[in-house]
T-cell receptor, first 112, second 117 residues
Framework: QQPVQSPQAVILREGEDAVINCSSSKALYSVHWYRQKHGEAPVFLMILLKGGEQKGHEKISASFNEKKQQSSLYLTASQLSYSGTYFCGTERVRGGADGLTFGKGTHLIIQP | DTGVSQNPRHKITKRGQNVTFRCDPISEHNRLYWYRQTLGQGPEFLTYFQNEAQLEKSRLLSDRFSAERPKGSFSTLEIQRTEQGDSAMYLC???????????????FGEGSRLTVL
């Protein structure tokens, strides 16, 4: 089942902070975050695993609330390069054969 | 490491024609995924290979779609009798084996954009 992302779009000034949320109605094993710029492939940002392990980007942080099946991506002191569409992808089973189920994305626009 | 390579990058075809896309994954990755992405949507899972074995196929995938990964290297995705609704970006991604402690990170190619007239 497709995770729900919010907000759908965010417009910020450079240096401002943003939070992007991802929620699922099903129990999750992991949440993955990707960023896609227009006309480019999605690029990996972060994995959050059940149990608290994280792996990801040095300037972006995230949390995973296992009880609520929610994840949030925190972008602090945003830079122009952060602009793009952010997708969360959820995995219900470790190494599940159906890969990741992605949300519809959150469009982030950073203005100078 | 040259990353995931896909070709052709763009394909315009007439309804009813067959098309084939190729994906060359990162060489040491044994997992390969095909996704489809339409405007304003996230990538949608189509099928998955571990080495040469096709282990999963989306229920949304009609019989007109077939994928292969001979010898566990490159993969092809063929769409037969294309329809206008097939117009989309077809993304390939590869990853190392999660069960062997791999990171689970997907490396995407730049995609093959299909336009069916």
């Amino acid at each position: 089942q497709q995770p729900v992302q919010s907000p759908q779009a965010v417009i910020l000034r450079e240096g401002e902070d943003a939070v992007i949320n991802c929620s699922s109605s099903k129990a999750l094993y992991s949440v993955h975050w990707y960023r896609q710029k227009h006309g480019e492939a999605p690029v990996f940002l972060m994995i959050l695993l059940k149990g608290g392990e994280q792996k990801g980007h040095e300037k972006i942080s995230a949390s995973f609330n296992e009880k609520k099946q929610q994840s949030s991506l925190y972008l602090t002191a945003s830079q122009l390069s952060y602009s793009g569409t952010y997708f969360c992808g959820t995995e219900r089973v470790r190494g599940g054969a159906d890969g990741l189920t992605f949300g519809k994305g959150t469009h982030l626009i950073i203005q100078p | 490491d040259t990353g995931v390579s896909q070709n052709p990058r763009h394909k315009i075809t007439k309804r009813g024609q067959n098309v084939t896309f190729r994906c060359d994954p990162i060489s040491e990755h044994n997992r390969l995924y095909w996704y489809r992405q339409t405007l304003g949507q996230g990538p949608e899972f189509l099928t998955y290979f571990q080495n040469e074995a096709q282990l999963e196929k989306s229920r949304l995938l009609s019989d007109r779609f077939s994928a292969e990964r001979p010898k566990g290297s490159f993969s092809t995705l063929e769409i037969q009798r294309t329809e206008q609704g097939d117009s989309a970006m077809y993304l390939c991604a590869s990853s190392s084996n999660w069960l062997a402690g791999g990171p689970g990170e997907l490396f995407f190619g730049e995609g093959s954009r299909l336009t069916v007239l």
